[in-house]
């Protein structure tokens, strides 16, 4: 029977188990999609030659989008979002190869699309469950990497109270050190004492880490505590007091041969951007393709109800604060805003015409925002975009505001899809477009189209 540490010692036979899964599961998807489309036939060499190309790009292409981890502290969708851009590209690159070794009219493309949803289903299904046994091995004492935390003021007790209800991680809290009292009720079970005794604690109960969760300004009993460790070989990681700020996409990176915490950066870079831009202008094509008859009736509507021009434009803020002209169906008789100024919209608002009613009951007026996305001025998915009138007056009095700025303003988004539109709570909304932008991903995009799709069009806050 293995011991409790077998897993933990062996995590590179783990990661060599997911590797040899995906491969199998990749033949084993492309088997099944041959079978089906040309039955008993013996697999003709062109179509090996793809599936040992395709077994080669999964060993390269994988990696870089870090599937071979064992999970500790990576949510489900993460990992799935990965899997898809994987599995994508490694078709892209193979599409791409066989275009220009002109051979992509020998194979079938029945065989290409089923192979390519089969494969990609079947790789989450096993993922998850390998998580789910690898959660419940962890749960047994299995695969564990066991941590104290060396703590100043309540940075190390939110540090252990995250951890503890992240119990699938498999990180164990052995022990809490700290210079201070230490009263909390949470840390009771733990073994506590001072910080000069956390070496030796370390070093005679097999210790994996040591946390070391300290407010930025005691930079010297940080360097102190670090030097403690200088002999031993645990790993160290520091936790600063951060838990106070609005962080958006943070992280560490290096520049330029130094260490950079990044509290609040755009997800929208490197390849995130040229993924983003592709989904937009693809999707908005053929949209705009697709719906260009309705275009066309909405325009006619519009423009035989009252006098004016078919399109409404109007100046609105989108990424970095950058003005664009925003188009939409005209719902208002044309200068109805002459007198009054920009205008707030709300419930009681009545200017609209009866066509212009109708189109914003069922905001069939947002359909031309294709056309900016098209431009490049929006997304399909992403923040509200507002007039700078209003963008100057909500910047000083809700928290964060300008934060979703830090994207492309989108037709939807997922404020929209949760009920925060029109006349509602504006924290609330800017806490939802936080929430996106800190969380982005092309599986969270495709979410909030279907999402749209079922319940952001009609709704009794669209006025």
């Known amino acids: 029977m293995y011991t409790q540490g077998f897993l933990k010692e062996h995590s590179g036979f783990l990661v060599w188990v997911m590797r040899l899964l995906d491969w199998l599961i990749l033949l084993l998807s492309c088997g099944a999609a041959y079978l089906y489309v040309f039955g008993l036939q013996p697999l003709a060499m062109h179509y090996q030659v793809a599936i040992l190309t395709a077994v080669l790009l999964c060993g390269l292409v994988f990696p870089m989008y870090s599937l071979y981890r064992t999970w500790r502290g990576i949510e489900r969708m993460q990992e799935i979002a990965a899997i898809l851009g994987g599995w994508t590209t490694v078709f892209g690159i193979l599409i791409f190869l066989s275009f220009i070794s002109k051979t992509s009219s020998e194979f079938s493309r029945v065989w290409l699309t089923i192979w390519y949803f089969l494969g990609f289903i079947s790789i989450v299904l096993t993922r998850i469950s390998l998580r789910s046994v690898l959660r419940y091995m962890r749960g047994l004492g299995f695969n564990q990497r066991h941590i104290t935390i060396i703590g100043s003021g309540d940075v190390g007790e939110r540090v252990f109270q995250h951890l503890s209800a992240a119990s699938e991680t498999g990180f164990n809290v052995k022990g809490y050190f700290s210079d201070q009292r230490i009263d909390a009720r949470s840390l009771s079970s733990l073994y506590q004492a001072g910080i ?51 962080l958006i996409n943070h992280s560490i990176s290096s520049i330029a041969g130094l260490s950079v915490v990044n509290l609040s950066v755009t997800p929208m870079d490197g390849i995130n951007r040229v993924v983003k831009s592709i989904e937009d202008k693809l999707i ?29 434009k109007q100046e609105r803020l989108s990424w970095n604060g950058r003005k664009f002209k925003m188009y939409k169906f005209r719902s208002m008789p044309v200068d109805s805003e002459s007198e009054s100024g920009a205008v707030w919209a709300s419930k009681s608002e009545n200017r609209a015409t009866r066509v212009g009613a109708f189109l914003r009951r069922t905001s069939l007026d947002e359909l031309p925002q294709f056309i900016n996305v098209l431009r490049g001025e929006m997304s399909i998915v992403g923040p509200r975009p ?68 079922f319940k952001g069009f009609v709704h009794k806050n669209a006025y």
């Open 196 to 246: 000069e005794e956390a070496a030796a604690y370390v070093e005679v109960h097999d210790i994996d880490q040591v946390w070391i969760a300290m407010p930025l300004r005691e930079e010297e009993r940080i360097e102190q505590v670090v030097n403690q460790f200088s002999h031993s070989t645990v790993d160290i990681r520091f936790v600063p007091d951060i838990f106070g700020f609005r």
């Open 284 to 312: 908005s094509f053929f949209i705009l393709l697709w719906i260009s008859p309705l275009l066309l009736a909405l325009a006619l509507a519009v423009k035989v109800s009252s006098r004016g021009p078919v399109f409404y």
């Open 386 to 453: 507002e007039r700078p009138m209003f963008v100057e007056k909500f910047k000083d009095e809700i928290p964060g505001y300008m934060q979703k700025h830090m994207v492309k303003a989108g037709i939807t988004g997922w404020a929209q899809v949760n009920g925060w539109r029109g006349d509602t709570d504006l924290q609330m909304r800017i806490e939802h477009d936080l929430y996106y932008i800190d969380n982005w991903s092309l599986w969270l995009d495709l979410k909030i189209i279907f999402l749209t799709v």
